[in-house]
Protein backbone atom coordinates (compact mmCIF):
# COMPACT_ATOMS: atom_id res chain seq x y z
CA UNK A 1 0.00 0.00 0.00
CA UNK A 2 1.31 3.40 -0.75
CA UNK A 3 2.51 5.78 2.21
CA UNK A 4 1.47 9.26 2.71
CA UNK A 5 5.74 10.18 2.03
CA UNK A 6 5.37 8.31 -0.99
CA UNK A 7 2.16 9.85 -2.45
CA UNK A 8 3.84 13.51 -1.62
CA UNK A 9 7.15 12.35 -3.43
CA UNK A 10 5.01 11.10 -6.26
CA UNK A 11 2.66 14.63 -6.32
CA UNK A 12 6.02 16.68 -6.31
CA UNK A 13 8.04 15.33 -8.95
CA UNK A 14 4.67 15.53 -11.03
CA UNK A 15 3.68 18.77 -9.81
CA UNK A 16 7.61 20.33 -10.79
CA UNK A 17 7.55 18.51 -14.23
CA UNK A 18 3.82 20.18 -15.11
CA UNK A 19 5.14 23.32 -14.04
CA UNK A 20 8.50 23.63 -16.19
CA UNK A 21 6.34 22.68 -19.03
CA UNK A 22 3.55 25.27 -18.14
CA UNK A 23 5.96 27.51 -17.79
CA UNK A 24 7.73 26.76 -21.21
CA UNK A 25 3.98 27.40 -22.92
CA UNK A 26 3.49 30.82 -21.68
CA UNK A 27 7.01 31.64 -22.52
CA UNK A 28 7.09 30.15 -26.15
CA UNK A 29 3.06 30.74 -26.51
CA UNK A 30 4.16 34.85 -26.13
CA UNK A 31 6.95 34.19 -28.34
CA UNK A 32 5.24 32.75 -30.94
CA UNK A 33 2.03 33.57 -31.44
CA UNK A 34 2.19 37.18 -29.51
CA UNK A 35 1.00 38.76 -26.20
CA UNK A 36 -2.85 39.39 -27.10
CA UNK A 37 -3.12 35.32 -28.12
CA UNK A 38 -1.74 34.38 -24.75
CA UNK A 39 -4.19 36.98 -22.52
CA UNK A 40 -6.92 35.38 -25.27
CA UNK A 41 -6.11 31.86 -23.94
CA UNK A 42 -5.60 32.98 -20.37
CA UNK A 43 -9.20 34.50 -20.94
CA UNK A 44 -10.50 31.43 -22.01
CA UNK A 45 -9.19 29.39 -19.49
CA UNK A 46 -11.07 31.53 -16.44
CA UNK A 47 -14.09 31.07 -18.60
CA UNK A 48 -14.22 27.70 -18.76
CA UNK A 49 -14.49 27.80 -14.94
CA UNK A 50 -18.03 30.09 -15.47
CA UNK A 51 -18.88 26.69 -17.66
CA UNK A 52 -17.66 24.50 -14.54
CA UNK A 53 -20.42 26.24 -12.33
CA UNK A 54 -22.99 23.88 -13.88
CA UNK A 55 -21.13 20.99 -12.12
CA UNK A 56 -22.71 22.51 -8.86
CA UNK A 57 -20.04 20.82 -6.64
CA UNK A 58 -21.27 17.56 -6.81
CA UNK A 59 -17.88 15.86 -6.84
CA UNK A 60 -17.21 17.70 -3.30
CA UNK A 61 -20.55 16.49 -1.92
CA UNK A 62 -20.47 13.14 -2.96
CA UNK A 63 -16.68 12.34 -1.99
CA UNK A 64 -17.81 13.41 1.34
CA UNK A 65 -20.71 10.41 1.41
CA UNK A 66 -18.62 7.98 -0.17
CA UNK A 67 -16.36 8.56 3.24
CA UNK A 68 -18.85 7.14 4.75
CA UNK A 69 -20.30 4.69 3.28
CA UNK A 70 -16.66 2.77 2.12
CA UNK A 71 -15.40 2.56 5.05
CA UNK A 72 -18.80 0.49 6.59
CA UNK A 73 -18.80 -1.62 2.30
CA UNK A 74 -22.06 0.20 2.45
CA UNK A 75 -23.10 -0.93 -1.28
CA UNK A 76 -26.56 0.00 -1.96
CA UNK A 77 -26.05 3.45 -0.86
CA UNK A 78 -22.14 3.40 -2.79
CA UNK A 79 -24.56 2.76 -5.92
CA UNK A 80 -26.79 5.09 -4.92
CA UNK A 81 -24.10 8.21 -5.52
CA UNK A 82 -22.36 6.62 -8.25
CA UNK A 83 -25.94 6.49 -10.22
CA UNK A 84 -26.42 9.70 -8.83
CA UNK A 85 -23.17 10.86 -10.28
CA UNK A 86 -24.20 9.18 -13.64
CA UNK A 87 -27.30 11.37 -14.45
CA UNK A 88 -26.15 14.75 -12.75
CA UNK A 89 -23.03 14.66 -15.01
CA UNK A 90 -25.02 13.37 -18.12
CA UNK A 91 -27.26 16.77 -17.81
CA UNK A 92 -24.36 18.55 -17.02
CA UNK A 93 -22.63 18.19 -19.95
CA UNK A 94 -25.66 19.35 -21.97
CA UNK A 95 -26.13 22.48 -20.07
CA UNK A 96 -22.79 23.16 -20.25
CA UNK A 97 -22.86 23.01 -24.47
CA UNK A 98 -25.56 25.19 -24.21
CA UNK A 99 -23.98 28.04 -21.86
CA UNK A 100 -20.63 27.89 -24.27
CA UNK A 101 -23.20 29.00 -26.67
CA UNK A 102 -24.57 31.76 -24.23
CA UNK A 103 -21.03 33.26 -23.59
CA UNK A 104 -19.91 33.44 -26.59
CA UNK A 105 -22.74 36.00 -27.87
CA UNK A 106 -20.33 38.38 -24.94
CA UNK A 107 -17.60 37.85 -26.83
CA UNK A 108 -17.55 41.51 -28.92
CA UNK A 109 -17.82 42.80 -25.30
CA UNK A 110 -14.82 40.61 -23.72
CA UNK A 111 -12.27 40.71 -26.72
CA UNK A 112 -13.18 43.24 -28.75
CA UNK A 113 -10.19 43.93 -31.88
CA UNK A 114 -9.22 40.13 -31.30
CA UNK A 115 -12.58 38.94 -32.18
CA UNK A 116 -12.61 36.83 -35.38
CA UNK A 117 -14.20 33.43 -36.71
CA UNK A 118 -10.86 31.82 -35.40
CA UNK A 119 -11.94 33.10 -31.50
CA UNK A 120 -15.01 31.37 -31.89
CA UNK A 121 -13.87 28.02 -33.24
CA UNK A 122 -11.25 28.03 -30.43
CA UNK A 123 -13.64 28.84 -28.12
CA UNK A 124 -15.96 26.00 -28.62
CA UNK A 125 -12.75 23.23 -28.89
CA UNK A 126 -12.18 24.64 -25.38
CA UNK A 127 -16.01 24.09 -24.28
CA UNK A 128 -15.67 20.38 -26.22
CA UNK A 129 -12.87 19.94 -23.46
CA UNK A 130 -14.62 20.73 -20.53
CA UNK A 131 -17.41 18.45 -21.29
CA UNK A 132 -15.31 15.72 -22.19
CA UNK A 133 -13.36 15.99 -18.57
CA UNK A 134 -17.01 14.76 -17.17
CA UNK A 135 -16.34 11.40 -19.03
CA UNK A 136 -14.49 10.12 -16.01
CA UNK A 137 -15.70 12.47 -13.05
CA UNK A 138 -17.73 10.15 -11.57
CA UNK A 139 -14.41 7.45 -11.49
CA UNK A 140 -12.01 10.38 -9.96
CA UNK A 141 -14.25 10.78 -7.38
CA UNK A 142 -14.41 7.71 -6.20
CA UNK A 143 -10.93 6.61 -6.87
CA UNK A 144 -10.16 9.63 -4.37
CA UNK A 145 -12.64 8.85 -2.03
CA UNK A 146 -11.40 5.32 -1.39
CA UNK A 147 -8.03 6.62 -0.96
CA UNK A 148 -6.64 5.69 -4.26
CA UNK A 149 -4.42 9.36 -4.59
CA UNK A 150 -1.51 7.31 -6.35
CA UNK A 151 -3.09 5.81 -9.15
CA UNK A 152 -5.38 9.12 -9.42
CA UNK A 153 -2.26 11.32 -9.87
CA UNK A 154 -0.10 8.97 -11.91
CA UNK A 155 -2.93 8.83 -14.70
CA UNK A 156 -3.98 12.67 -14.41
CA UNK A 157 0.28 13.88 -14.61
CA UNK A 158 1.59 11.71 -16.89
CA UNK A 159 -1.02 12.39 -19.43
CA UNK A 160 -0.51 16.05 -18.99
CA UNK A 161 2.94 15.90 -19.14
CA UNK A 162 2.73 14.05 -22.49
CA UNK A 163 0.07 16.68 -23.84
CA UNK A 164 1.92 19.15 -23.08
CA UNK A 165 5.27 18.39 -24.52
CA UNK A 166 2.22 17.95 -27.96
CA UNK A 167 1.47 21.46 -26.88
CA UNK A 168 5.13 22.60 -26.94
CA UNK A 169 5.78 21.20 -30.65
CA UNK A 170 2.50 22.56 -31.70
CA UNK A 171 3.78 25.94 -31.01
CA UNK A 172 6.46 26.09 -31.79
CA UNK A 173 6.23 24.04 -35.29
CA UNK A 174 3.12 25.32 -36.65
CA UNK A 175 1.71 28.12 -34.32
CA UNK A 176 -1.84 26.45 -34.30
CA UNK A 177 -4.23 27.71 -31.64
CA UNK A 178 -6.50 24.82 -33.20
CA UNK A 179 -4.37 22.12 -32.08
CA UNK A 180 -2.85 23.38 -29.39
CA UNK A 181 -6.68 23.59 -27.45
CA UNK A 182 -7.61 20.51 -29.65
CA UNK A 183 -5.17 18.27 -27.32
CA UNK A 184 -6.93 19.38 -23.95
CA UNK A 185 -9.63 16.61 -25.16
CA UNK A 186 -6.79 14.36 -25.98
CA UNK A 187 -5.66 14.14 -22.42
CA UNK A 188 -9.19 13.72 -21.19
CA UNK A 189 -9.45 11.02 -23.56
CA UNK A 190 -6.42 8.89 -21.85
CA UNK A 191 -7.23 10.08 -18.64
CA UNK A 192 -11.00 8.23 -19.38
CA UNK A 193 -9.61 5.10 -20.69
CA UNK A 194 -7.11 4.48 -17.91
CA UNK A 195 -9.81 5.36 -14.88
CA UNK A 196 -12.25 3.36 -16.93
CA UNK A 197 -9.91 -0.10 -16.90
CA UNK A 198 -10.05 0.77 -13.51
CA UNK A 199 -13.23 1.07 -12.24
CA UNK A 200 -14.42 -2.41 -14.07
CA UNK A 201 -11.46 -4.31 -12.78
CA UNK A 202 -12.01 -2.98 -8.86
CA UNK A 203 -15.30 -1.52 -8.68
CA UNK A 204 -17.65 -2.79 -10.87
CA UNK A 205 -19.14 -4.65 -8.16
CA UNK A 206 -20.84 -1.13 -7.08
CA UNK A 207 -22.66 -0.44 -10.51
CA UNK A 208 -26.04 -1.85 -10.23
CA UNK A 209 -28.52 0.60 -11.92
CA UNK A 210 -31.32 -1.39 -11.51
CA UNK A 211 -32.38 -0.37 -8.24
CA UNK A 212 -32.19 3.45 -9.34
CA UNK A 213 -32.37 5.69 -6.47
CA UNK A 214 -31.12 9.45 -6.37
CA UNK A 215 -29.27 10.02 -2.80
CA UNK A 216 -31.38 12.80 -1.28
CA UNK A 217 -28.35 13.64 0.97
CA UNK A 218 -26.46 14.18 -1.85
CA UNK A 219 -29.10 16.63 -3.16
CA UNK A 220 -29.10 18.65 -0.06
CA UNK A 221 -25.46 19.32 -0.21
CA UNK A 222 -24.90 19.72 -3.65
CA UNK A 223 -27.55 23.06 -3.12
CA UNK A 224 -25.89 24.59 -0.18
CA UNK A 225 -22.22 24.13 -2.45
CA UNK A 226 -23.31 25.26 -5.41
CA UNK A 227 -23.40 28.79 -3.31
CA UNK A 228 -19.78 27.89 -2.27
CA UNK A 229 -18.74 27.71 -6.14
CA UNK A 230 -20.36 30.76 -6.69
CA UNK A 231 -18.31 32.48 -4.69
CA UNK A 232 -14.92 31.08 -5.86
CA UNK A 233 -16.01 31.42 -9.14
CA UNK A 234 -16.40 35.14 -8.54
CA UNK A 235 -13.08 36.01 -6.63
CA UNK A 236 -10.73 33.49 -8.68
CA UNK A 237 -11.75 33.89 -12.03
CA UNK A 238 -12.90 37.34 -12.83
CA UNK A 239 -9.78 39.27 -13.01
CA UNK A 240 -9.28 38.55 -16.31
CA UNK A 241 -12.53 39.52 -17.15
CA UNK A 242 -12.61 42.46 -16.02
CA UNK A 243 -8.90 43.35 -17.18
CA UNK A 244 -9.99 41.97 -20.66
CA UNK A 245 -13.38 44.59 -20.55
CA UNK A 246 -11.90 47.87 -18.32
CA UNK A 247 -7.98 47.24 -19.64
CA UNK A 248 -6.89 45.41 -22.30
CA UNK A 249 -6.06 41.59 -23.41
CA UNK A 250 -2.20 42.92 -23.48
CA UNK A 251 -2.61 43.35 -19.93
CA UNK A 252 -4.22 39.97 -19.05
CA UNK A 253 -0.94 38.38 -20.40
CA UNK A 254 1.45 39.91 -18.80
CA UNK A 255 -0.67 39.31 -15.03
CA UNK A 256 -1.37 35.59 -16.39
CA UNK A 257 2.64 35.56 -15.85
CA UNK A 258 2.58 36.72 -12.51
CA UNK A 259 -0.75 34.46 -11.40
CA UNK A 260 1.37 31.41 -13.50
CA UNK A 261 4.06 31.89 -10.74
CA UNK A 262 1.25 32.27 -8.16
CA UNK A 263 -0.18 29.14 -9.54
CA UNK A 264 2.89 27.05 -9.02
CA UNK A 265 3.07 28.30 -5.38
CA UNK A 266 -0.37 27.23 -4.53
CA UNK A 267 0.54 23.69 -6.32
CA UNK A 268 3.59 23.27 -3.86
CA UNK A 269 1.29 23.67 -1.03
CA UNK A 270 -1.13 21.17 -2.87
CA UNK A 271 1.35 18.64 -3.69
CA UNK A 272 0.67 17.23 0.35
CA UNK A 273 -2.45 19.11 0.48
CA UNK A 274 -4.11 16.68 -2.52
CA UNK A 275 -2.75 13.85 -0.54
CA UNK A 276 -4.28 14.53 3.03
CA UNK A 277 -8.01 15.77 2.21
CA UNK A 278 -8.92 12.66 1.89
CA UNK A 279 -6.91 11.21 4.55
CA UNK A 280 -8.32 14.40 6.79
CA UNK A 281 -11.46 13.43 5.94
CA UNK A 282 -11.57 9.68 6.92
CA UNK A 283 -9.63 11.20 10.63
CA UNK A 284 -12.66 13.66 11.29
CA UNK A 285 -15.10 10.61 10.45
CA UNK A 286 -13.25 8.72 13.14
CA UNK A 287 -12.75 11.20 15.67
CA UNK A 288 -14.05 13.71 18.50
CA UNK A 289 -14.17 17.46 18.04
CA UNK A 290 -11.46 17.78 20.16
CA UNK A 291 -8.85 15.59 18.31
CA UNK A 292 -10.02 17.27 15.71
CA UNK A 293 -8.73 20.88 16.36
CA UNK A 294 -5.62 19.95 17.37
CA UNK A 295 -4.74 17.52 14.52
CA UNK A 296 -6.18 21.31 12.61
CA UNK A 297 -3.62 23.38 14.86
CA UNK A 298 -0.63 21.19 13.87
CA UNK A 299 -1.26 21.46 10.16
CA UNK A 300 -2.45 24.94 10.48
CA UNK A 301 0.90 26.35 11.83
CA UNK A 302 2.64 23.73 9.38
CA UNK A 303 1.48 25.36 6.59
CA UNK A 304 1.39 29.29 8.07
CA UNK A 305 5.22 28.66 8.18
CA UNK A 306 5.36 27.13 4.58
CA UNK A 307 3.08 29.65 3.12
CA UNK A 308 5.54 32.76 5.02
CA UNK A 309 8.29 31.04 3.64
CA UNK A 310 7.06 30.80 0.25
CA UNK A 311 5.47 34.20 -0.14
CA UNK A 312 8.51 35.96 1.65
CA UNK A 313 11.37 34.63 -0.71
CA UNK A 314 8.83 34.76 -4.00
CA UNK A 315 8.97 38.42 -3.43
CA UNK A 316 12.70 38.76 -3.42
CA UNK A 317 12.87 36.38 -6.16
CA UNK A 318 10.26 37.19 -8.75
CA UNK A 319 11.30 40.30 -10.84
CA UNK A 320 14.53 38.96 -11.75
CA UNK A 321 12.73 35.48 -12.55
CA UNK A 322 10.30 37.29 -15.00
CA UNK A 323 13.47 39.62 -16.65
CA UNK A 324 15.13 36.56 -17.26
CA UNK A 325 12.00 34.22 -18.26
CA UNK A 326 10.06 37.23 -20.83
CA UNK A 327 12.10 40.64 -20.19
CA UNK A 328 11.72 43.88 -19.09
CA UNK A 329 8.65 44.75 -20.76
CA UNK A 330 6.80 41.85 -18.63
CA UNK A 331 7.37 43.36 -15.27
CA UNK A 332 4.76 44.88 -13.15
CA UNK A 333 5.04 47.77 -10.20
CA UNK A 334 5.98 46.84 -6.78
CA UNK A 335 2.99 47.71 -5.73
CA UNK A 336 0.56 45.92 -7.83
CA UNK A 337 3.37 42.52 -7.05
CA UNK A 338 2.97 43.40 -3.09
CA UNK A 339 -1.18 43.37 -3.82
CA UNK A 340 -0.87 40.55 -5.86
CA UNK A 341 1.08 38.15 -2.94
CA UNK A 342 -1.01 39.29 -0.68
CA UNK A 343 -3.85 37.99 -1.77
CA UNK A 344 -2.27 34.75 -3.01
CA UNK A 345 -1.04 34.31 1.29
CA UNK A 346 -4.23 34.58 2.29
CA UNK A 347 -5.75 32.36 -0.07
CA UNK A 348 -2.90 29.63 0.12
CA UNK A 349 -3.50 30.10 4.10
CA UNK A 350 -7.43 29.55 3.94
CA UNK A 351 -6.12 25.95 2.86
CA UNK A 352 -6.75 24.07 6.00
CA UNK A 353 -9.70 25.43 7.19
CA UNK A 354 -11.49 24.80 3.81
CA UNK A 355 -9.96 21.33 4.12
CA UNK A 356 -11.58 20.57 7.82
CA UNK A 357 -14.79 22.45 6.61
CA UNK A 358 -15.67 20.21 3.46
CA UNK A 359 -14.36 17.07 5.39
CA UNK A 360 -16.67 18.22 8.42
CA UNK A 361 -19.73 18.38 6.01
CA UNK A 362 -20.01 21.67 7.05
CA UNK A 363 -21.79 23.44 3.47
CA UNK A 364 -24.79 24.76 4.53
CA UNK A 365 -22.98 28.71 5.02
CA UNK A 366 -24.22 29.53 1.95
CA UNK A 367 -24.37 33.16 2.73
CA UNK A 368 -20.85 33.34 3.44
CA UNK A 369 -19.42 32.92 -0.46
CA UNK A 370 -22.24 35.51 -1.93
CA UNK A 371 -20.97 38.31 0.55
CA UNK A 372 -17.30 37.03 -0.65
CA UNK A 373 -18.18 37.48 -4.15
CA UNK A 374 -19.87 40.70 -3.90
CA UNK A 375 -17.38 42.33 -1.99
CA UNK A 376 -14.98 41.25 -4.48
CA UNK A 377 -17.19 42.03 -7.89
CA UNK A 378 -18.06 45.25 -6.53
CA UNK A 379 -15.24 46.99 -5.13
CA UNK A 380 -13.22 45.40 -8.16
CA UNK A 381 -15.19 47.18 -10.65
CA UNK A 382 -15.68 50.43 -8.92
CA UNK A 383 -11.79 50.73 -8.46
CA UNK A 384 -10.30 49.63 -11.46
CA UNK A 385 -12.29 52.79 -12.98
CA UNK A 386 -10.69 54.79 -10.08
CA UNK A 387 -7.33 53.44 -9.79
CA UNK A 388 -6.76 50.98 -12.62
CA UNK A 389 -5.44 47.70 -12.53
CA UNK A 390 -4.58 48.13 -8.74
CA UNK A 391 -8.28 48.73 -8.13
CA UNK A 392 -9.06 44.91 -9.24
CA UNK A 393 -6.66 43.42 -6.34
CA UNK A 394 -7.71 45.64 -3.98
CA UNK A 395 -11.20 44.40 -4.45
CA UNK A 396 -10.01 40.70 -3.96
CA UNK A 397 -8.17 41.79 -0.88
CA UNK A 398 -10.99 43.23 0.68
CA UNK A 399 -13.22 40.73 0.34
CA UNK A 400 -10.57 37.90 1.55
CA UNK A 401 -10.14 40.22 4.74
CA UNK A 402 -13.77 39.69 5.66
CA UNK A 403 -14.60 36.31 4.66
CA UNK A 404 -11.29 34.28 5.15
CA UNK A 405 -9.66 35.96 7.62
CA UNK A 406 -12.94 36.76 10.15
CA UNK A 407 -16.00 35.23 8.99
CA UNK A 408 -15.38 31.81 7.60
CA UNK A 409 -12.69 30.67 10.01
CA UNK A 410 -15.04 31.99 12.93
CA UNK A 411 -17.86 29.51 11.56
CA UNK A 412 -15.46 26.42 11.54
CA UNK A 413 -14.12 27.07 14.66
CA UNK A 414 -18.10 27.03 16.12
CA UNK A 415 -18.94 24.32 13.89
CA UNK A 416 -16.50 21.76 13.38
CA UNK A 417 -14.13 22.39 16.76
CA UNK A 418 -17.05 23.45 19.03
CA UNK A 419 -14.79 26.42 19.82
CA UNK A 420 -16.02 30.05 20.83
CA UNK A 421 -15.14 33.27 18.88
CA UNK A 422 -12.30 34.18 21.23
CA UNK A 423 -10.37 30.85 20.73
CA UNK A 424 -10.34 32.12 17.38
CA UNK A 425 -9.63 35.75 17.97
CA UNK A 426 -6.74 34.80 20.33
CA UNK A 427 -5.43 32.51 17.75
CA UNK A 428 -5.20 34.94 14.74
CA UNK A 429 -3.79 37.23 16.90
CA UNK A 430 -0.88 34.95 17.44
CA UNK A 431 -0.76 34.03 14.00
CA UNK A 432 -0.25 38.03 12.67
CA UNK A 433 2.12 38.66 14.96
CA UNK A 434 4.00 35.57 14.03
CA UNK A 435 3.86 36.90 10.31
CA UNK A 436 4.87 40.47 11.69
CA UNK A 437 7.96 39.54 13.29
CA UNK A 438 9.02 37.26 10.57
CA UNK A 439 8.38 39.90 7.74
CA UNK A 440 10.38 42.80 9.86
CA UNK A 441 13.44 40.19 10.58
CA UNK A 442 13.64 39.22 7.03
CA UNK A 443 13.40 42.50 5.85
CA UNK A 444 15.87 43.73 8.08
CA UNK A 445 18.60 40.94 7.44
CA UNK A 446 18.06 41.61 3.27
CA UNK A 447 18.92 45.03 3.88
CA UNK A 448 22.18 44.60 5.26
CA UNK A 449 22.95 42.30 1.57
CA UNK A 450 23.89 43.73 -1.33
CA UNK A 451 22.21 42.82 -4.37
CA UNK A 452 23.64 42.57 -7.66
CA UNK A 453 22.33 42.62 -10.78
CA UNK A 454 21.68 39.38 -12.05
CA UNK A 455 22.03 38.00 -15.93
CA UNK A 456 21.75 34.54 -15.98
CA UNK A 457 20.21 31.62 -14.68
CA UNK A 458 23.30 30.23 -12.37
CA UNK A 459 23.40 33.82 -10.36
CA UNK A 460 19.63 34.22 -10.05
CA UNK A 461 19.43 30.22 -8.45
CA UNK A 462 22.62 31.00 -6.40
CA UNK A 463 20.67 34.10 -4.97
CA UNK A 464 17.80 32.15 -4.48
CA UNK A 465 19.44 29.73 -2.42
CA UNK A 466 20.86 32.75 -0.22
CA UNK A 467 18.12 34.33 -0.46
CA UNK A 468 15.71 31.31 0.90
CA UNK A 469 18.39 30.48 3.91
CA UNK A 470 17.88 33.79 5.28
CA UNK A 471 14.74 33.51 5.12
CA UNK A 472 14.15 29.83 6.34
CA UNK A 473 16.49 30.47 9.22
CA UNK A 474 14.72 33.86 10.26
CA UNK A 475 11.31 32.27 9.90
CA UNK A 476 12.51 29.32 12.53
CA UNK A 477 13.69 31.72 15.22
CA UNK A 478 10.42 33.68 14.85
CA UNK A 479 7.96 30.46 15.05
CA UNK A 480 10.25 29.42 17.93
CA UNK A 481 7.44 31.47 19.92
CA UNK A 482 4.91 28.59 18.53
CA UNK A 483 4.23 25.64 21.14
CA UNK A 484 3.14 23.84 18.32
CA UNK A 485 5.95 24.64 15.90
CA UNK A 486 8.31 24.00 18.69
CA UNK A 487 6.73 20.29 18.65
CA UNK A 488 7.07 19.91 15.16
CA UNK A 489 10.87 21.06 15.11
CA UNK A 490 11.63 18.05 17.52
CA UNK A 491 9.97 15.62 15.83
CA UNK A 492 11.80 16.35 13.10
CA UNK A 493 14.64 16.57 14.95
CA UNK A 494 13.89 12.42 16.16
CA UNK A 495 13.16 11.71 12.71
CA UNK A 496 16.88 12.58 11.55
CA UNK A 497 18.14 10.91 14.56
CA UNK A 498 16.14 7.74 14.19
CA UNK A 499 17.28 7.75 10.68
CA UNK A 500 21.25 8.21 11.50
CA UNK A 501 20.32 5.13 13.78
CA UNK A 502 19.00 3.18 11.21
CA UNK A 503 22.29 3.62 8.45
CA UNK A 504 24.70 2.90 11.37
CA UNK A 505 22.79 -0.51 12.25
CA UNK A 506 23.56 -1.04 8.77
Not at 164 to 193: C, D, G, P, R
Not at 399 to 424: E, G, W
Request: with cysteine.
Amino acid sequence: MTTTKQEIKLNFIITILTSIFTFLINKYFSEYMGINELGLMKLFVQLISYLNLVELGIGTAAMYELYKYLSKNDYENINSILYTLNVFYWKISKYIMLFGGVIALFFPFLVKDSLNLQTYVIWFIYVLGVISSYSYAKNYTLFLADQKFSYVRKVQGISKIFVQILQLIVIIKWNSFYIFATLIILENIFIYNFFRKKYIKEYFKFEDYTNKIINRDLIKNIKYLFWHKIGSLIVFNTDYIVISIFISLRIVGIYSNYLLICQALAMIIGISTSVLTPKIGKFITENNKNKIYFYWKKLDTLYLFINLFLILTTYQLIDSFIILWLGNDYLLPNTTLRLILLNLFIQMNRTMIDIFKSGSGFFDDTYSPVLESIINLFFSIVLVKKIGFNGILIGTLLSNIVVIYCLKPILVFKRCFDKKISDYIKNICFQNFLILISIISVSKILTIIKIEEINSWVEWIIFAIKVSIIVLLSLIISFSFNKEFRILLLNILKLFKNMKRMKKNE
